[in-house]
């Protein structure tokens, strides 16, 4: 079956450095997407990764191991900004065409 | 250049009626993907088409359709709405349907349409 566990809510202080971890199973893995969502907007790319290791862009990192099934998503200086969703999806290529599948996302919220 | 568009942004219909979302990709792009996300879920695949084609489709029952113009543009049809309907409809382009990896399969998404089932 295909799955995609993250954690539902954090919170963080403001200037801080919070990990968002994300665990998967598909039967057709074909690489990883973190997205970020505000409410009622539409998801923005964060992040991808296809092989093993560390992304880093800016502020923003992301890891993935693909034989433990396991991604996380590195915020670092944490502004109010980035209160929002972050989802993590796999792109799945079972079927013969690539199609994403998300998480339920993992609701942020950044303090003072 | 422009983005992925979607009309109309917002909408409200009772139960038993019908609905037509639309969506027009990035400008080179031939496939789209479009997505359901209900409150407080992720977004749920629905289907994908490439090159006026159905590639692929969700477990969504067959009220749900679609379709892709010769423009690369696309339709979402549901139909005898029902209130659990309710939700952000995403659509997604990208320049390829196919199963490469890396970047000719990303997804660019629009900003959705919030359908509201009374």
């Known amino acids: 079956g295909q799955n995609i566990d993250q954690p539902t809510e954090m919170t963080a202080t403001e200037g801080a450095i919070v990990q968002i971890n994300c665990t998967y199973q598909t039967s057709g893995f074909n690489g990883l997407f973190w997205y970020q969502q505000h409410a009622g907007e539409a998801p923005t790319f964060l992040s991808y990764n296809v092989l093993d290791g560390l992304e880093e862009k800016g502020r923003f990192s992301s890891f993935l191991s693909r034989s433990k099934g396991y991604s996380y998503l590195l915020l670092k200086e944490l502004q109010m900004k980035d209160s929002a969703s972050y989802l993590c999806a796999v792109r799945d290529i079972s079927g013969g065409y690539n199609k994403l599948i998300f998480g339920a996302g993992t609701r942020l919220a950044v303090h003072p | 250049d422009a983005g992925v568009t979607q009309s109309p942004t917002h909408l409200i219909k009772t139960r038993g009626q019908h609905v037509t979302l639309r969506c027009s990709p990035i400008?080179?792009?031939?496939?789209v993907s479009w997505y359901q996300q209900v409150l407080g879920q992720g977004p749920q695949f629905i289907f994908q088409y490439y090159e006026k084609e159905e590639r692929g489709r969700g477990n969504f029952p067959d009220r749900f359709s679609a379709r892709q113009f010769p423009n690369y543009s696309s339709e979402l049809n549901v139909n005898a709405l029902l209130l659990g309907d309710s939700a952000l409809y995403l659509c997604?382009?990208?320049?390829?349907?196919?199963?490469?990896?890396?970047?000719?399969?990303?997804?660019?998404f629009g900003p959705g349409t919030r359908l509201t089932v009374l």
């Open positions: 400008s080179g792009h031939k496939s």
């Open positions: 997604a382009s990208s320049l390829a349907g196919g199963g490469a990896s890396g970047t000719d399969n990303e997804q660019f």
